[in-house]
């Protein structure tokens, strides 16, 4: 690896990790795309790239909160008891049926370009999600009235709890599937079914996040699924990014912030569904 290859994923690294201390989002949503389409990793590999670098970044930010008692333990518990199962048997499905095809031939190619693609798909559906907690956020701010689906939950703890264990089956299987989902689609979800305060949803958010992208990381780790220079190397730019965004973050409007995430959100789907038709992908 060159000078401006290690330059360019510390670049990157720094811009990611900029979108995360401004937005809170970012950690698979936004390595994924720049790891395929700016990089050219497989995108097996890019998965379990984009897990360790998610982990490193948010390690310390777990920490924080932790230390702030941001994070519902109760919730993520529930969360964590369908997200773990969920997270590593998808993980390892995939890494066998990769270790199965081999690293060569049109089997191998068509499966990851078929991996890309749901990956595409993924980040296009969290911005849809992003939209849509935008536009409820706005109508509960309007109308004066609190998150009535998470007051419903609220007042039925079992079928709350076993709402928890299914949401944290689907978003655990999607980390390992894609290490898409961590904030993206969590925090919509935890404002919407759970109704938690907006520190609390993060710091539950994160807390759940680095478990699911640690444990991603061992599984394509374990089986050669993963770059670590360029993970290591992104998360030491973060360090440089991360704090410019939280203090940025704290000067910016809030629909404002979560508009332009939208906007890269969808930029990023776009990028990665030009790519397979210039690429000749069928």
Request: charged share 10%; net charge positive.
């Amino acid at each position: 690896m060159g000078i401006e290859q290690w330059f360019l994923r510390l670049v990157l690294g720094a811009g990611i990790g900029f979108c995360i201390g401004l937005t809170g989002i970012g950690g698979g949503v936004l390595v994924l795309p720049a790891l395929t389409v700016v990089l050219g990793l497989p995108s097996s590999i890019a998965v379990g790239t984009a897990s360790l670098y998610a982990f490193l970044t948010k390690c310390y930010a777990t920490f924080e909160h932790f230390r702030l008692k941001t994070i519902d333990i109760r919730t993520s518990l529930f969360l964590l008891l369908g997200a773990v199962p969920g997270n590593v048997v998808t993980a390892w499905v995939i890494n066998r049926a990769v270790k199965h095809m081999g690293a060569e031939g049109e089997s191998m190619a068509r499966f990851q370009q078929g991996l890309k693609m749901f990956i595409a798909f993924v980040v296009l559906f969290s911005a849809i999600v992003l939209i849509v907690d935008l536009v409820l956020k706005g109508h509960r701010a309007g109308s004066g009235t609190g998150n009535s689906v998470g007051a419903r939950l609220n007042s039925r703890p079992t079928l709350k709890w076993t709402i928890a264990v299914i949401t944290g089956t689907v978003i655990g299987s999607l980390i390992g599937a894609t290490s898409v989902g961590g904030g993206v689609l969590m925090i919509p979800a935890l404002i919407i079914l759970f109704g938690l305060p907006s520190s609390r949803t993060v710091g539950t958010s994160i807390f759940v996040a680095v478990i699911l992208t640690f444990m991603t990381s061992i599984v394509y780790g374990a089986s050669g699924q993963m770059d670590w220079n360029t993970a290591l190397l992104m998360a030491l730019g973060s360090l440089a990014g991360v704090p410019l965004g939280s203090k940025l973050c704290a000067r910016l409007p809030e629909r404002g912030l979560r508009g332009l995430v939208i906007a890269v959100v969808f930029v990023s789907a776009i990028l990665m569904f030009v790519r397979r038709s210039v690429t000749g992908g069928h």
